[in-house]
């Protein structure tokens, strides 16, 4: 039955990315798109790859603090080659990945389940927190800033016609969604609770705060960067502010958090490409902007995940000899 329920969300989440990215391009000259694609300076590519290889090294450096105050002293590389491949996962079936880094770890390394699981949980928390933070941040500075992005692009967004019949069919998706999707999680741990609590306690107690706090701060620096530096692609988008870029991370990063395939595809277009927009970027160029963004990122995380994976299978090989 729960399987039946977690086909039902893929497909109903599927259904929204697909409704979204409709939203997103509707009304679009493609052939005036290819044309603004080509007016691009690539060469941005080279900073913001650097950039995304340095959010990984941070995610599993912070994440080897975790394992480390639980008492295990993981190598970086199986947590590299875990962390990619479970984004990999998530890439086709959201959230599943955080799962399949635990298991990978159990199968390669023999770490307990209820422990790795504890970890990638306590991650969670901690960058849920950091976006209250930096929502909440935003709003604060939209106030001093006599700034209207947020509360525009929540009224200026419009849908002629059957477009509006569409998105309140989106609305009322969402809204199963989300309600499946909390139902599936409430059995996620199991019969590892009690040693997923355990395991919980003793990160809390951690010893390297310190560096936990410094690896995060650089993890949420890199998403603005990621962010900020694509805005030097087109030369319309190069006028656009730090504080602009920092206002697009925002919103991106919470478009991101839709448990949507393929990496949220059609929440981040729509969302960001609107706000965009809504800056006074022309709507080719924003949708340009929103196309790259995420299209960059989805390469680097298929690529990655498929040799960290391919990397995994190869040492499996070798320890069977």
């Not at 199991?190 to 993890?219: D, S």
């Not at 925002?250 to 393929?262: D, F, H, K, N, S």
């Not at 995380?301 to 070798?318: C, P, Q, V």
Request: net charge positive; with cysteine.
């Amino acid at each position: 039955m729960q399987a039946r329920s977690m086909i039902w969300q893929s497909v109903m989440f599927a259904l929204l990315g697909a409704a979204l990215l409709y939203f997103s391009f509707d009304k679009i000259d493609f052939n005036a798109l290819i044309e603004v694609f080509k007016t691009g300076s690539y060469s941005v590519v080279i900073p913001v790859f650097f950039v995304s290889l340095i959010v990984y090294v941070s995610r599993v450096k912070r994440w080897q603090i975790l394992y480390k105050a639980a008492g295990y002293n993981a190598p970086v590389n199986f947590l590299l080659a875990s962390l990619a491949s479970g984004y990999l996962v998530n890439f086709a079936v959201p959230r599943l990945g955080e799962v399949s880094r635990a298991l990978i770890l159990k199968r390669w390394l023999n770490y307990p389940v209820p422990m790795s699981l504890s970890t990638i949980v306590f991650e969670r928390i901690s960058d849920v927190i950091c976006l209250c933070i930096i929502i909440v941040l935003a709003f604060v500075l939209e106030i001093i800033n006599e700034g209207h992005l947020l509360q525009e692009f929540s009224s200026g967004v419009q849908f002629p016609g059957l477009n509006k019949i569409l998105l309140l069919l989106v609305l009322a998706v969402v809204g199963v969604l989300i309600y499946f999707f909390i139902k599936s999680r409430k059995n996620i741990l199991g019969a590892w609770f009690n040693q997923f609590t355990e395991a919980f306690k003793k990160l809390i107690k951690m010893e390297n705060r310190t560096w936990f706090l410094i690896h995060t701060g650089v993890i949420w620096l890199g998403f603005f960067l990621m962010t900020y530096l694509w805005f030097f692609l087109f030369k319309e988008s190069r006028s656009l502010t730090i504080y602009q870029a920092y206002l697009i991370m925002v919103l991106g990063v919470i478009a991101r958090t839709l448990p949507i395939q393929a990496g949220s595809a059609g929440a981040y277009h729509f969302i960001v490409s609107k706000a965009i927009v809504l800056l006074g970027v022309g709507n080719l160029v924003a949708n340009a902007l929103a196309i790259v963004i995420h299209g960059f990122q989805t390469v680097f995380t298929l690529l990655f995940g498929a040799i960290s994976y391919l990397w995994l299978i190869s040492k499996k090989r070798d320890n069977s000899r």
